[in-house]
């Protein structure tokens, strides 16, 4: 059975830093790509940043560059989404997303709201103060 648990999220004020895991089980971790989405109050789910885990490529959303950066330890099969100088709209709950890399096109696929992921974790809230 594909788990995927996130932790990490909590409260930061503007200019802060918080480091998401997403802990991955029941899959071979290295077949697939992992992503992270963000769903704010009222707008739809967004791609945030992606990554292929078997060669280490990865995706990020515009607003996202240069301030986020996603990792992985393949040890422990859990994925690390790095955010730093985060601002207020970047308040969301972030969900982490499995797929089988596959066919799957990594930027289409995460540039999207994540139709093409089939295995969700439960999301972890992050809320940014001005």
């Known amino acids: 059975e594909v788990q995927l648990v996130e932790s990490g999220g909590g409260l930061v004020q503007t200019g802060g830093s918080l480091r998401l895991s997403c802990a991955a089980s029941g899959f071979t971790f290295d077949h697939y790509a992992v992503g992270w989405f963000r769903q704010a109050p009222g707008k739809e789910r967004e791609g945030v940043s992606c990554?292929?885990?078997?060669?280490?490529?990865?995706y990020y959303t515009d607003s996202v560059k240069g301030r986020f950066t996603v990792s992985r330890d393949n040890a422990k099969t859990t994925v690390y989404l790095q955010m730093n100088s985060l601002k207020p709209e970047d308040t969301a709950i972030y969900y982490c997303?499995?797929?089988?890399?596959?066919?799957?096109?990594?930027?289409?696929?995460?540039?999207?709201?994540?139709?093409?992921?089939?295995?969700w974790g439960q999301g972890t809230q992050v809320t940014v103060s001005s």
């Open positions: 990554m292929n885990i078997f060669d280490g490529s990865t």
């Open positions: 997303a499995a797929e089988p890399m596959g066919f799957l096109h990594l930027n289409h696929a995460c540039s999207g709201s994540g139709d093409d992921y089939d295995y």
